[in-house]
């Protein structure tokens, strides 16, 4: 971003050399990014490439270890969100910050001069040429995700911000939303309002975008004007790290099962919360990848047939039995178990050690008197065979890397010695060679005649990985596709098009 | 239905106050009588000052237990110095000063050192009462002089002076949190402390202000409990915090922060003040006065917990029942809208939250 | 986190002997060995209801209700026992309520969703109120109490083993027991993991509801004990027998480590805090400090303790931000306009 120095008094934001470390890990390694008046400026980068970090540290409310961010030719020396606001700048969150209690209104104008009842008209006309409807006077709590992140949107609107940034803002939004938003920030552009635009979406970004930058890794790896790369060129500068594990395909590939080998896991017409009518089959040693765009349904299928959530219709039947009244205790009991998507929240005791985590699908069938001696045995079989680097199986689970930590995760769900692994994004937020040797994982956990669902959003990840791929979208089966089928194959089914899948 | 309930937590109350007063009326001829309601007003100031502050503090999604002994830490101060010959307006001024020091060293302890509210007022309710203790070295102020209760004397309409106050009270801090921007900030930080804090609101500074005002809140308590008893015991204020807490969780303040409104707690205030009263006219021995108090407070909290759940589920049903419908709708335009993306984007998923 | 546990508990042991040390340079009797174990007997009810408090907390709820419920169960023994019902089936009911009592409680925290803290206030009021409407309807009105217990019973308040007042041995198997249960068994192991996270402890199959409600459970079964306990060192049953215990029992938990978050905490660490709090009492009035000193003091205590452990996490963070402050560099860009 050097070509950008000579202006950077006029620069609207204007970072230099920010690093940020959280404990051992360096999220930001020496990033510096401008943006100029009236520039829509793209910013890509893979899972962990370091972004939302990035956007957090402009808007203030993450403090850099060091390196430099002025707003508007202002020093942001002692970081606050209020600061960053007062010198012109509105982050949209990518989830978007709601007062549950209070109406729309209120939520849009909270934290502004005027009272909100005096700014009404002010939203109204706002609403009017964003062309969404968004009743003013409703409950935030009962408002869709869509129209949360135009709550969002408005926020940054009324605040009249010289420079936005927008964090995948259109993920909930529907196409005309979209365009009405399009329309919106060129607008906004044109009277010399600067927005970072995040998002993974190539083709929106080369309609609205005028420059980007490509960040991996925690660095700026790619940036200059939109037309000066080709999606060949941007996509290979995001996922380059990505990359090697390809290679790695070479060294174990999954036999195909045997044919007519025995079905493990069958689900028949499954409705819940979120998709309906959706069947399909495992069979032993068989990894079947699931893909399909986040709010797809998939995290919804894999919780009900978890028993966590209620099923609307339809059956499970696990090793030819019917699996009934399910629940999480039920699951694991039968060999079913599931690793979750989130797994700070749901999967992991953060502050509990490590062998505690791995015992944790074990708990009701642990003798009533611990055997604390057994637990760290165990744990200490998965720490050699799957390389988890710790300090002691005492060690908090918080104090992992993440990579470490889905490994860790990896070995609760074996601990229970499953006959059927549902693996919900196994190596999100996980580095790379904590990536290979999850992969490898997976593959020698089929050939051992575990059936394996994987659910995940990178698709190379399931062309690589899986004997069979099942494609979900808007909450449905959208389809089947063998072994090899291509990545872009599996985008068009899961964004919908279906014509791209036939190409 | 449920959701009326649900919405109208202060208007529902206010119904149930009502037909209470009432089906008492009816039972006990001479309960609904304008003296009746003097004496319920009367003795309802103390709870309705105390819960006032407390209210304060709940909002931002914090608790304060310690107040009963700030009112005996400060009403202590202003007997000693009355009877130390200091005017009652410099008296008074003293009191409340005292207790919203008090308050402010509670705000310290959780906006500044992020103690949990319950550890830190709890250990400033002991440490307040010993304060308050060695003070007055265990003995009860008496004597104190006529000045200051003159102030609750009768004015002729049923109230005194310390009812105007509470009343004054009542009405800067109803006006305080539904007409200024700072009063918004309060139910901002209980209701979405990150939220709040991304849009630039001083949470902590917020929660502090919200502790000094309860702590000025009870001192004030301590004023009129003096003016009205006469005298300063050394259990003055004990347990009046858990009775605060209850009048606003029945007065619709959610423990859970965000949410509240100082007509909810003025109206619980009352309402459980005229149980008291009624029980001696419907000549129920004084005894059950706790056990109705709880048994009410308990069916109110459940009956409240059920209609949430209830209207939760409703609301989950009906965002995936939309869901459903929308996305299926919408689902036949969407390839020419998206047409065959040039590039697949092998990173769909939002990165993980740090 | 095990490390850190042994860390607070240790720092606890050093609180204790700087007591002695202190008391007993100030009045060399506090040492007196009969003087030190039969002190115990004024605080030790508050332990005993500090045990399975410690699991509440730990679990990530609280309980504020076992105040009034002391009183409750003092009285159903008291009344059972005025109706010439036999002594052992006289504490059983005591014990029976409240388990009963705990029962309630955790019913209504479970089928409400609100919060702990709110439910137990209610049942404060409410077990206060039904244990005074009972002591009225035996016409023992009020707070004078219900005696004429048998002399077997009054007696155990006074009962010497080996020259150990019995309540004390009392307390410290239930505490053995408690500690057990806790450390080293697959309950307490899910009491920690559901409080930690309820979220993580339902994916994996955990029976997060049963779990939570065993600890009321357990706390109301304790309170009972309490109850009985005070009763027969008193000689009688009053309503307001375990109003004074709310705030030392809470104190001795949080004092003993225990996280009001849930999660973390340990019994020993309980244990040593209820002696800590119960000898720092002990000392002060035997130093000629009046009673309500020492009360403040023993809050003060709280408060000191509790923000110097959660000023001392924040202190790196503080350091980092100040570092920050001092490395940030005002170069080429125009300094900031103080127009706040």
Redesign the interface.
């Known amino acids: 971003m050097a070509l950008r120095d000579g202006t950077a008094a006029q620069a609207l934001i204007d970072v230099r050399d920010v690093w940020k470390q959280y404990g051992p890990v360096a999220v930001l390694k020496g990033v510096s990014i401008t943006l100029a008046p009236g520039q829509i400026h793209a910013l890509l980068g893979g899972n962990g490439a370091g972004k939302s970090t990035l956007m957090k540290a402009i808007a203030g409310l993450v403090v850099p270890n060091s390196g430099s961010i002025a707003i508007a030719g202002t020093l942001l020396d002692r970081p606050s969100a209020a600061r960053a606001q007062r010198l012109g700048l509105y982050l949209v969150p990518q989830e978007a910050h709601i007062f549950g209690s209070q109406s729309v209104l209120e939520n849009i104008c909270m934290g502004l001069d005027k009272p909100a009842a005096r700014l009404r008209g002010r939203v109204e006309a706002l609403v009017a040429q964003l062309a969404v409807s968004l009743d003013l006077d409703a409950q935030a709590a009962t408002l869709e995700i869509a129209d949360r992140q135009i709550v969002e949107i408005l926020r940054g609107l009324i605040r009249e911000a010289r420079a936005l940034i927008l964090d995948e803002p259109t993920s909930a939004l529907t196409p005309h939303e979209v365009e009405a938003l399009f329309a919106r920030m060129r607008a906004l552009a044109a009277s010399g309002v600067g927005i970072f635009f995040i998002s993974h979406k190539l083709r929106e970004i080369r309609e609205i975008c005028h420059d980007i930058s490509v960040l991996r890794d925690g660095a700026i790896v790619l940036s200059g004007p939109m037309s000066a790369h080709t999606d060949a060129e941007i996509v290979t500068a995001m996922t380059r790290v990505a990359a090697p594990v390809a290679v790695d395909l070479s060294t174990a590939p999954a036999a195909a099962p045997a044919p007519g080998s025995e079905r493990r896991l069958e689900v028949e017409r499954l409705s819940g919360e979120g998709f309906s009518e959706v069947s399909f089959s495992l069979a032993a040693g068989e990894i079947v990848g699931l893909a399909g765009v986040v709010g797809a349904g998939r995290t919804e299928l894999a919780e009900t047939i978890f028993g966590l959530r209620p099923t609307l219709s339809g059956a499970v039947r696990l090793g030819g039995a019917p699996l009934e009244n399910r629940s999480p205790s039920v699951c694991i009991d039968r060999g079913l178990v599931y690793l979750p998507e989130d797994r700070q929240q749901f999967g992991l005791f953060l502050d509990a050690p490590l062998d505690w985590n791995a015992s944790a699908y074990l708990m009701h069938k642990m003798p009533f008197f611990l055997r604390p001696r057994d637990e760290a045995r165990r744990f200490e079989r998965f720490r050699s065979a799957m390389g988890i680097k710790c300090e002691s199986h005492l060690q908090p689970a918080r104090r992992l890397s993440g990579g470490n930590q889905q490994k860790v995760l990896l070995a609760k769900c074996l601990a229970a010695d499953p006959q059927v692994l549902i693996l919900d994004e196994p190596t999100r937020g996980v580095d790379v060679a904590a990536r290979n040797d999850i992969y490898a994982l997976i593959r020698s956990l089929a050939a051992q005649g575990v059936a394996i669902l994987l659910i995940s959003s990178d698709f190379d990840e399931i062309v690589q990985l899986s004997d069979r791929v099942l494609v979900m979208a808007f909450g449905a089966l959208e389809g089947e596709l063998p072994r090899g089928a291509s990545v872009d194959a599996i985008g068009g089914l899961a964004f919908g098009a279906r014509e791209a899948a036939d190409a | 239905m449920l959701e009326l309930f649900a ?1 109208n937590r202060v208007a529902t109350l206010f119904v149930i106050t009502l037909l209470t007063f009432g089906a008492i009326g009816l039972a006990a001829p001479g309960f609904l009588s304008a003296s009746t309601l003097a004496t319920v007003m009367a003795n309802s100031l103390v709870l309705m000052l105390v819960s006032f502050g407390t209210m304060l503090v709940i909002i931002t999604r914090n ?1 304060d237990v310690s107040s009963g002994s700030v009112l005996g830490l400060s009403a202590a101060v202003l007997g000693l110095s009355l009877n130390a010959g200091i005017a009652l307006p410099l008296a008074i001024g003293i009191c409340i000063g005292v207790g919203a020091l008090a308050g402010a060293f509670n705000g310290l ?1 959780v906006a500044g ?4 509210s ?3 007022t ?10 308050m ?2 003070l007055t ?2 003995r009860w102020i008496e004597a104190l002089p006529q000045s200051i209760k003159a102030l609750a004397a009768n004015l002729g309409w049923g109230g005194s002076v310390l009812t105007l106050i509470v009343l004054g009270v009542f009405l800067i801090l109803w006006l305080f949190l539904r ?1 200024t ?1 700072q009063g ?2 309060f ?2 930080t209980g ?2 402390r ?9 949470v902590r500074s917020i929660v502090f202000s919200a502790f000094v005002g309860a702590g000025a809140c009870a001192a004030l308590a301590g004023v009129v409990f003096a003016a009205q008893i006469g005298f300063i015991p ?1 259990q003055a204020g004990n347990g009046i915090e ?1 009775k605060a ?2 009048a606003n ?1 029945l007065g619709g303040v ?3 922060g ?2 509240g409104s100082a007509v909810g707690v003025f109206i619980s205030v009352i309402f459980l003040t005229a149980i008291d009263s009624a029980l001696v006219f419907l000549r129920i ?1 004084a ?9 009410i ?2 069916t109110v ?2 009956l ?3 209609v ?2 209830a209207v939760d589920r409703r ?2 049903a009906k ?2 029942a ?3 419908g929308a ?2 709708t ?2 036949p ?3 020419s ?18 | 986190m095990k490390r850190f546990v042994l860390r607070w508990e240790a720092a606890l042991v050093g609180l204790l002997v700087l007591e002695f040390i202190v008391f007993g340079a100030i009045n060399p009797r506090f040492l007196n060995p009969s003087n030190l174990l039969y002190g115990t007997s004024d605080f030790v009810h508050i332990g005993i209801i500090a045990l399975p408090l410690t699991l509440v907390i730990i679990s990530g709820g609280i309980d504020v209700s076992f105040a009034s419920l002391v009183g409750l169960c003092a009285i159903v023994f008291g009344v059972a026992n005025f109706f010439g019902v036999p002594l052992p089936l006289a504490i059983a009911m005591a014990l029976a309520a409240g388990v009963l009592a705990g029962a309630f409680n955790a019913a209504i925290i479970h089928f409400s969703r609100i919060q702990p803290l709110v439910v137990t206030l209610g049942s404060l009021y409410l077990f206060g109120g039904a244990a005074t409407v009972l002591s009225g309807a035996v016409g023992a009105g009020g707070y004078e109490g219900i005696g004429n217990f048998p002399a077997a019973f009054t007696s155990f308040g006074y009962l010497e083993i080996f020259g150990v007042p019995a309540i004390l041995i009392l307390f410290l198997m239930l505490a053995a027991l408690f500690a057990v249960l806790l450390h080293l068994t697959r309950f307490g192991r899910a009491v920690y993991l559901v409080g930690q996270s309820p979220d993580a402890s339902r994916y994996s199959g955990l029976p997060v509801g049963r779990v939570q409600a065993a600890t009321y459970l357990l706390t109301g079964l304790c309170a009972a004990i309490a109850g009985l306990v005070l009763s027969s060192y008193f000689g009688s049953a009053r309503v307001d027998l375990g109003t004074a215990t709310l705030l030392p029992a809470i104190t001795a938990v949080v004092l003993g480590g225990a996280s009001i978050y849930g999660g973390q905490g340990s019994l020993v660490g309980t244990i040593l805090a209820v002696f800590v709090i119960g000898f720092l009492q002990q000392g002060l009035q035997m130093a000629g400090v009046p009673s309500q000193v020492s009360s403040a003091l023993s809050g003060g205590l709280l408060v000191v303790v509790v923000a110097l452990r959660h000023g001392s996490a924040m202190l790196p963070n503080l350091i980092a931000a100040g570092q920050k402050a001092m490395t940030a560099r005002p170069r080429r860009f125009v300094e900031e306009k103080t127009n706040d």
Do not use: C, Q
């Open positions: 919405r608790i302890l050192f992020g103690v949990p319950i550890v830190a709890l250990g400033t309710l002991g440490l307040y009462r010993g304060l203790l060695s070295g265990g007409m921007r918004g900030y139910f901002a209701d979405n990150e939220a709040a804090r991304h849009l630039g609101i001083p050394n858990l807490i209850a969780v959610s423990l859970l965000g949410v021995p005894f059950w006065n706790d056990f109705i108090a709880g048994a407070l308990l909290l459940v409240d917990g059920r949430r759940m609301i989950r965002r995936y939309s869901h459903h996305e299926r919408k689902s335009s969407r390839p809208a998206t047409a065959a993306p040039a590039i697949p984007t092998p990173h769909t998923a939002p990165e993980a939250g740090r």
